[in-house]
């Protein structure tokens, strides 16, 4: 048969890629289905871009469980991947005798966890670490960190590329059936595949997949969280994640710093019923109200208060999937074989926050469940290990000079604001799972992130994906399909 492939995995975010990098350590032969141009254009890289340590959730749940290990497991993961992770620490800041009561609950839930090193401290300690925030005292959580959302999906999905993993980009799936032989026939709006495994890691899109595999029932409600990004000269007063007291579902507006030394404002969980069809639209979905952000500024300046317009250098939005009960109840992760009605597919449904921090338990722990059913000849050539894109902003000047004499495009800086070189746009054009959207190529190298916003490179990144792609200046696209940058030439040259 045409196209038979050992596993399809629906969904290349971080939780899918995760997955396709474990099932590459076997001698299989995996695809994944992404219905976007890229493998962090929705949830993954639409968040906060925080290592929760795994204090907020229940003892026992499968998001407390994953939690503490992805959280230990961060920084090999980063040092094998190149990708970038700090290990801030973060305070979950409070000023009433309600708020310390809350806050030792938290503390007592994260040490059943198994979560270390976790203390109270007293406004003289908070203040000592944060000199610019407003709180009295704090719950300490050395273990939480932050990390680079993008390269973190990206490094994975190359890296399960490497390993032979194919990625099949703007693949939406329309229909799934399965043969008298167990075969599963993904129809996709680019073609029709064949596969004997199907996971369903299709994050917003879990629910239609679950019930195209015939898992019905599932209750869903998503959470469309803003964000205010400050510009980078704001980092310097935020040196971890400053966070309010939590409640039972939400973890409040709270003040982030970046791996880039940005500041990030929010989110403000704003309950969506339902999703508009087909689920992800851009124009849907990603708009940001002024009133959103004026609501953040205001809230979240009772706890850092140097939240000004002039920082603010760009807005953005994610979508969280939540799993409820018929109560409207938020629902643990759901990870499911039903040997009954879809044997040999993997369902994961409601993966939201921690998801980012999860994302290699839980494909370990997919993984599992299907050797339980197969057993899987491992795959000597596997290489866990992969090298990311050079930063030339992060080099010192004896390090500039020898990448410029080894390769003088070094030389050339094409984002001002990020001191990216033309070197680094020409590899991230030649990625390997073959991205040349605008923003793919942004996510890549950070250029058009600046205090500009790309008001300088942005034509001449475009201008250098129609060289090396050989496209036109209609066919670059910005993100999705359709979102074209230029519509036709200004002005044509004189013959």
Same mark, same amino acid.
């Given at each position: 048969? /045409?196209?038979?492939?050992?596993?399809?995995?629906?969904? *290349? *975010?971080?939780?899918?890629?995760?997955?396709?990098?474990?099932?590459?350590?076997?001698?299989? &032969?995996?695809? =994944?289905?992404?219905?976007?141009?890229?493998?962090?254009?929705?949830?993954?890289? $639409?968040?906060?871009?925080?290592?929760?340590?795994?204090?907020?959730?229940?003892?026992?749940?499968?998001?407390?469980?994953?939690?503490?290990?992805?959280?230990?497991?961060? !920084?090999?993961?980063?040092?094998?991947?190149?990708?970038?992770?700090?290990?801030?620490?973060?305070?979950?800041?409070?000023?009433?005798?309600?708020?310390?009561?809350?806050? !030792?609950?938290?503390?007592?839930?994260?040490?059943?966890?198994?979560?270390?090193?976790? &203390? @109270?401290?007293?406004?003289?300690?908070?203040?000592?670490?944060?000199?610019?925030?407003?709180?009295?005292?704090?719950?300490?959580?050395?273990?939480?960190?932050?990390?680079?959302?993008? @390269?973190?999906?990206?490094?994975?999905?190359?890296?399960?590329?490497?390993? *032979?993993?194919?990625?099949?980009?703007?693949?939406?799936?329309?229909?799934?059936?399965?043969?008298?032989?167990?075969?599963?026939?993904?129809?996709?709006?680019?073609?029709?595949?064949?596969?004997?495994?199907?996971?369903?890691?299709?994050?917003?899109?879990?629910?239609?997949?679950?019930?195209?595999?015939?898992?019905?029932?599932?209750?869903?409600?998503?959470?469309?969280?803003?964000?205010?990004?400050?510009?980078?000269?704001?980092? &310097? /007063?935020?040196?971890?994640?400053?966070? !309010?007291?939590?409640?039972?579902?939400?973890?409040?507006?709270?003040?982030?710093?970046?791996?880039?030394?940005? =500041?990030?404002?929010?989110?403000?969980?704003?309950?969506?019923?339902?999703?508009?069809?087909?689920?992800?639209?851009?124009?849907?979905?990603?708009?940001?109200?002024?009133?959103?952000?004026?609501?953040?500024?205001?809230?979240?300046?009772?706890?850092?208060?140097?939240?000004?317009?002039?920082?603010?250098?760009?807005?953005?939005?994610?979508?969280?999937?939540?799993?409820?009960?018929?109560?409207?109840?938020?629902? +643990?992760?759901?990870?499911?074989?039903? /040997?009954?009605?879809?044997?040999?597919? =993997?369902?994961?449904?409601?993966?939201?926050?921690?998801?980012?921090?999860?994302?290699?338990?839980?494909?370990?722990?997919?993984?599992?469940?299907?050797?339980?059913?197969?057993?899987?000849?491992?795959?000597? +050539?596997?290489?866990?290990?992969?090298?990311?894109?050079?930063?030339?902003?992060?080099?010192?000047? +004896?390090? $500039?000079?020898?990448?410029? $004499?080894?390769?003088?495009?070094?030389?050339?800086?094409?984002?001002?604001?990020?001191?990216?070189? $033309?070197?680094?746009?020409?590899?991230?054009?030649?990625?390997?799972?073959?991205? /040349?959207?605008?923003? *793919?190529?942004?996510?890549?190298?950070?250029?058009?992130?600046?205090?500009?916003?790309?008001?300088?490179?942005?034509?001449?990144?475009?201008?250098?994906?129609?060289?090396?792609?050989?496209?036109?200046?209609?066919?670059?696209?910005?993100?999705?399909?359709?979102?074209?940058?230029?519509?036709?030439?200004?002005?044509?040259?004189?013959?």
């Amino acid at each position: 048969m /045409d196209n038979l492939f050992d596993c399809l995995v629906i969904g *290349g *975010g971080v939780v899918g890629s995760a997955i396709a990098r474990e099932l590459s350590r076997y001698r299989l &032969k995996v695809g =994944v289905l992404e219905k976007n141009l890229d493998v962090c254009y929705e949830t993954s890289g $639409r968040n906060t871009a925080v290592i929760h340590g795994g204090f907020a959730y229940n003892t026992g749940s499968l998001k407390a469980r994953f939690c503490v290990e992805g959280n230990r497991g961060m !920084t090999r993961l980063a040092e094998e991947l190149d990708f970038r992770f700090a290990r801030t620490g973060k305070v979950l800041i409070g000023n009433s005798e309600e708020d310390r009561a809350s806050l !030792t609950r938290t503390m007592a839930q994260g040490e059943r966890n198994g979560v270390e090193g976790l &203390k @109270m401290i007293d406004g003289d300690e908070l203040h000592r670490m944060v000199p610019t925030v407003n709180g009295k005292f704090a719950m300490w959580s050395p273990s939480s960190g932050i990390v680079d959302p993008f @390269m973190y999906t990206i490094a994975l999905a190359e890296n399960a590329a490497m390993n *032979g993993v194919r990625y099949f980009l703007d693949n939406r799936v329309t229909a799934i059936s399965r043969d008298a032989e167990g075969i599963y026939r993904v129809t996709t709006s680019r073609g029709v595949y064949h596969t004997r495994w199907v996971v369903n890691s299709a994050g917003l899109g879990c629910k239609e997949i679950s019930d195209m595999l015939g898992l019905t029932g599932y209750g869903l409600v998503f959470s469309k969280d803003h964000y205010i990004i400050l510009d980078q000269r704001c980092g &310097k /007063d935020v040196p971890l994640p400053l966070y !309010t007291v939590p409640s039972n579902t939400y973890m409040g507006i709270h003040v982030t710093p970046t791996t880039d030394g940005n =500041v990030l404002v929010g989110p403000d969980a704003e309950e969506l019923p339902e999703l508009p069809h087909p689920a992800g639209s851009q124009e849907a979905l990603y708009d940001v109200p002024q009133r959103n952000i004026d609501f953040l500024a205001e809230d979240a300046s009772i706890l850092w208060p140097h939240i000004h317009r002039k920082d603010y250098i760009r807005t953005y939005c994610g979508i969280l999937p939540k799993w409820v009960d018929g109560n409207g109840a938020i629902q +643990d992760f759901k990870i499911e074989i039903r /040997d009954d009605i879809a044997p040999r597919a =993997v369902n994961l449904v409601g993966i939201e926050s921690p998801g980012l921090t999860c994302a290699v338990p839980i494909a370990r722990y997919v993984l599992s469940m299907m050797m339980e059913r197969e057993r899987f000849a491992p795959n000597p +050539d596997f290489n866990g290990r992969r090298k990311g894109i050079r930063r030339f902003a992060e080099m010192t000047d +004896d390090e $500039r000079a020898e990448a410029i $004499r080894q390769n003088p495009d070094y030389g050339e800086l094409i984002c001002r604001c990020e001191k990216v070189s $033309r070197a680094e746009i020409l590899q991230a054009i030649h990625n390997p799972l073959g991205v /040349d959207t605008l923003t *793919g190529i942004k996510y890549r190298t950070r250029s058009m992130m600046g205090r500009c916003q790309g008001g300088y490179c942005q034509m001449r990144v475009e201008q250098m994906i129609e060289q090396e792609k050989g496209k036109r200046e209609t066919e670059v696209l910005y993100n999705r399909p359709g979102s074209r940058v230029l519509f036709g030439k200004i002005r044509e040259e004189a013959r």
